[in-house]
């Protein structure tokens, strides 16, 4: 057993934190989690956000008005519901389950964010919609996707460490959380024609007004971390993860081109829509690929590798 274990150690073979909740489970989660945020900006491209003007009732009813931008909120808050159920039983199952103390800090740290999230929806409504807090909601929606996606990657095992990815995106991961809270913001303000051309800004290199500056950064900032990005997916050649960091500069791509085709369309809502979409599938997959190289390895599986330790020790001769 001892032998076996140590073999088991240099292969890098996935095995399960001790006690990880049901892998069904948590992809159920991360599948609602993204589902709600994908409708969620499709109430923001549609202008629908106020369609349900207060909270938690729609127009003082259940049953809200039989009105399209109506039922496109009205679903976002059934939607919230259903996942805010389905992310709580995930919780409840991992502070519970967990022989790892990571992890259960991680759930602790998802209950508290899943509070804000439900705080920061209905203060968004009752406040109008105001822009920082709208964004606020957005980048909590961001880490709560994260939070499940590393607890997703400690259930599904404990693969050897990719160090130069890991180090890649730890760097990558706050500038790709700014980057998209600054999109975020540009949407909730009214600045997605801030700069109404492209490459250019009102014909000028440099903005001249605040939300031209705003919309300039995230435009060219989006532009720099495809650059990083393509670095990561050269990095990742001949890696376990070579797919996924394919993957990854795949999406940066099209989300830079559905960027400027967001601006030459005059912000079509389906190209709105298509265009957040992609943002938070590539703050997924780089979670994820930060997540499998090992950036939260140690932490999130610690304790659990003190049990197997154990028996290895016991099994020797």
């Not at 709600?36 to 491209?45: D, K």
């Not at 389950?97 to 209905?122: D, E, H, K, N």
């Not at 703050?283 to 390895?297: F, P, Y």
Request: hydrophobic share 55%; proline share 6%.
């Amino acid at each position: 057993m001892a032998v076996e274990t140590a073999l088991a150690g240099r292969r890098g073979d996935a095995r399960p934190a001790a006690g990880a909740p049901p892998r069904g489970l948590i992809w159920s989660a991360v599948a609602a989690v993204f589902a709600l945020m994908l409708i969620g900006n499709v109430v923001s491209a549609t202008g629908s956000g106020l369609a349900c003007p207060d909270w938690p009732l729609c127009h003082g009813r259940i049953i809200p008005p039989l009105r399209a931008e109506v039922l496109i909120e009205y679903s976002h808050r059934l939607a919230a519901a259903a996942a805010s159920i389905l992310l709580l039983v995930t919780i409840v199952a991992t502070v519970r389950r967990s022989g790892a103390p990571g992890l259960r800090r991680v759930g602790l740290v998802l209950l508290a964010l899943l509070i804000a999230q439900i705080g920061l929806g209905g203060v968004t409504v009752l406040l109008k919609l105001p822009n920082l807090i709208s964004t606020a909601h957005l980048v909590n929606a961001l880490l709560i996707l994260a939070g499940l996606i590393a607890v997703a990657s400690a259930s599904s095992g404990r693969r050897s460490p990719v160090p130069k990815l890991a180090r890649l995106t730890r760097a990558a991961l706050p500038v790709l959380l700014f980057q998209l809270a600054l999109g975020g913001y540009v949407r909730h303000a009214g600045a997605g024609l801030a700069c109404p051309d492209f490459p250019l800004c009102s014909g000028a290199v440099l903005p001249d007004h605040w939300l031209g500056v705003v919309h300039w950064t995230h435009r060219w900032l989006g532009v720099l971390l495809l650059g990083f990005f393509a670095h990561l997916a050269i990095a990742g050649r001949h890696t376990r993860l070579s797919a996924q960091t394919t993957l990854v500069v795949t999406l940066a791509l099209l989300q830079v081109a559905l960027g400027i085709a967001a601006v030459l369309f005059r912000l079509a809502p389906p190209v709105r829509s298509v265009h957040a979409a992609v943002g938070y599938a590539l703050w997924a997959e780089v979670v994820w690929i930060a997540a499998s190289a090992g950036v939260w390895r140690e932490a999130l599986t610690r304790a659990a590798r003190g049990p197997r330790l154990a028996e290895a020790s016991v099994a020797s001769p």
